[in-house]
């Protein structure tokens, strides 16, 4: 006997046809902005071009006369490329186990790690500093020498974030008097303590965070991103890098190009000779209308980022991707957060000015967490975003696995070259690599900095 649709089960059908079609179609688009022939090359031939180079690497005796080795082994165990996350989490679960699961996830991927000095966690009572590793928890608010001796123990370079911060939830405590002059005072005191704790330590710093994002209703000192340069270079070490650091809307504001309110203010202290060393761009998806139009391809296309990066390199100064969440929402977010990941990661390290990415929360589950309003509404945390790279139970998400494929497989060199004469010659991703080689039966192990600044012809000496 032949069964038909009823009416209804026929119009359920016709619409779960048109989603599905709908969807497919979206997901076309996407992929065809980002598989475009132009965007493909410009991005390959410009990680070639500004994460390779070509190095020598010649052998002496250690009076320096010529030797030939044997075949040479050279396995990159660095990249000079920062790749990063915050270190909110360090020693924060409060279980040994989970812990050290984190640190493991941590340092399989990445060389960096951002440090918090959130000022209400960090000075809790005025005069009372939460520096040392005694200091009381505080949920994503580890004490700065936890997570200064997590980074030394894994070899990840350290960034401070951030020393003024115009937020009066996460940046403003609570006991500081609504007072300029005393307000000004204030953060002087607080840079100076930092960065004499610090300052030798710790080599970038978020000096300003979201300037051009400013709280109308937060009382702070007139022109205070400016002073803080000012102060930070009067007390830091020369040496230290100082950024500039705004927020996810820079991407949105570049089509106003130099007269968008980011490229104006980075101008302004500029030329009022603020220390200003690189320039941070945040990448948070915290929107769902946005999150909507990146699945369809209709926001943070290929062409609007690197506009955005090509013009800030106007500037000369090394770019950080500084912050980032990529949500995973709906039933194939994981999915949709992997693709979009790779598709990022690969612009902004074919960039010639990008130096650094830096994702934000690594587990998901950990970020920050909702708030609620004066009116007693509830704003929801970040962690509904589910931007982490790992489940809360620490499994990998595919996110997980295709930035491990892309920082530690296809973007890093292990190759083994036969000597000519005492020299051998390769072309490798800049960083550190280790160098085995044999002469007369001595095997040696060797060291090898192959940095993007400096010598492309290495000696090495065999004694």
Known sequence: MKQFLTHNQFVFFLISWCIGFTAQAQS???????????????????IEANRKGEFTIRFTDKDGNPVTPGAVSLTQTRHDFYFGANGFMVKGFKNAKEDALYEEHFSKLFNFVTIPFYWPELE????????GKDSPYSYRRPAPDVVMEFAKKYNLTPKGHTLVWDN????????????EKIMEQKISKRIGQIAERYGHDIQIWDIVNEVTDR???????K???FKAFKES???????????????????????????????????????RNAKINAIGLQFHNFSEPEYNEIVQGKAMIPSTLF???DLYADFNLPLHITEITVAALTEKGPEYQAKMTENYYKLWFSHPKVEGIIWWNLVDGTAAPARIRSDGSVVPGEDKWKGGLLNRDFTKKPVYDVLDRLINKEWRTNVT??????????SGFYGTYKLVTQVKGKKYEKEVQCPKSGTRDIIVVLD
């Not at 076309?28 to 390959?44: F, T």
């Not at 070259?417 to 390769?426: D, F, G, R, T």
């Open 233 to 271: 270079e009067r007390v830091f070490p020369g040496s230290n890098v100082f950024t500039l650091n705004f927020t996810t809307g820079i991407w949105n504001r570049s089509n106003k190009r130099e007269y968008s309110a980011d490229y104006l203010v980075t101008e302004n202290l500029l030329l």
């Open 417 to 426: 070259v036969s000597p000519k004469n005492n020299a051998v010659s390769y």
């Open 168 to 179: 009066s939830r996460w940046s403003i405590p609570p006991w500081l008097p609504k007072d």
């Open 124 to 131: 809790p009572e005025p005069g009372k500093l939460r520096f």
């Open 223 to 225: 022109d205070f991103a």
């Open 307 to 309: 506009k955005t990066l």
């Open 215 to 221: 709280h109308s209703d937060v009382l702070m000192p």
């Open 28 to 46: 076309a688009r996407y992929d065809s902005l980002w598989k475009d022939p132009a965007v493909e090359s410009r991005i390959q031939k410009g």
